[in-house]
């Protein structure tokens, strides 16, 4: 079975500053190994010419990516996290490794 990437990209609300974010980039990243079933790895990275961030997550399947939908809103770590990003504008989609 291929693994799954889940891709969020996403803008940061005013006031935030860089190093608050990637602090609690950082622990939602950490919860994520803690608390997701499949979960491989993440990635958080800052768009070159907007001002907007992509985050990738690998899991070992699209179930396991549903079941975090469930399992992480609930964590403080994700409260945190989402709470200083902009919900408007914000997309998710999946990509199935082929190779």
């Not at 992509?54 to 403080?76: C, F, G, K």
Request: aromatic letters at 10%.
């Amino acid at each position: 079975m291929k693994n799954i990437i889940e891709v969020v990209t996403t803008q940061v609300k005013n006031g935030v500053s860089e190093a608050q974010l990637l602090e609690l980039s950082h622990a939602f990243g950490k919860a994520l190994k803690r608390e997701a079933d499949g979960f491989i790895k993440r990635s958080f990275t800052k768009h070159c010419t907007q001002d907007k961030w992509v985050e990738l997550i690998w899991w070992n399947s699209m179930e396991s990516a549903q079941a975090a939908l469930e399992t992480m809103p609930p964590t403080i770590e994700f409260q945190q996290f989402s709470s200083i990003l902009e919900e408007e504008g914000s997309e998710i989609f999946y990509l199935e490794e082929k190779q």
